[in-house]
C-alpha cells in the first residue's frame, strides 16, 4: 500500500490550499482516511479523517469550520480543502489511511496502519 501526498506549498494568511492523497496498492473501499499534521517541535496531531463511504467526517477544534475532507469517487484519493489558513497551521501534512470494518474512521496516529510521505504547507503573517 502506497500513499502519495500532494498539494503542499507556501501560502499567505487567509488564503487556501488544497491537499491530495492518493492511495494505491489495494482496493480503498474498505479503508477509512485521514490527515496528520507535525510542525516543528511538535507531536503529530490529527487533523481530519473519513469513513471509508465519505459518509462520516471528523475535525480536530482546530479545522472545524475551515478544513474539509473528502473522497474521491473511486474512494481511493483523499482531499483537505483548507481554507482561512494561519501561520499556526504551518506543519508537515501527513494522509494515513486505516482498514475498518464500519463506517467510522480513526482519529488516532496510533489507529492508521498505513503512512504516506508527508507535504509541507507553510503558511505566512
Known amino acids: 500500500v502506497q500513499l502519495q501526498a500532494s498539494g503542499g506549498g507556501l501560502v499567505q494568511a487567509g488564503g487556501s490550499l488544497t491537499l491530495s492523497c492518493a492511495a494505491s496498492?489495494?482496493?480503498?473501499?474498505?479503508?477509512?482516511m485521514g490527515w496528520f499534521r507535525q510542525a516543528p517541535g511538535k507531536e503529530r496531531e490529527f487533523v481530519a479523517a473519513?469513513?471509508?463511504?465519505?459518509?462520516?467526517?471528523y475535525y480536530a477544534d482546530s479545522a472545524k469550520g475551515r478544513f474539509t475532507i473528502s473522497r474521491g469517487n473511486a474512494k481511493n484519493t483523499v482531499y483537505l480543502q483548507m481554507n482561512s489558513l494561519k501561520p499556526e497551521d504551518t506543519a508537515v501534512y501527513y494522509c494515513?489511511?486505516?482498514?475498518?470494518?464500519?463506517?467510522?474512521?480513526?482519529?488516532?496516529?496510533?489507529?492508521?496502519?498505513?503512512w504516506g510521505k508527508g507535504t509541507l504547507v507553510t503558511v505566512s503573517s
Open positions: 494515513a489511511a486505516a482498514r475498518v470494518n464500519s463506517d467510522y474512521a480513526p482519529r488516532i496516529a496510533d489507529g492508521m496502519d498505513y
Open positions: 473519513i469513513s471509508w463511504s465519505g459518509s462520516s467526517t
Open positions: 496498492g489495494r482496493t480503498f473501499s474498505n479503508y477509512a
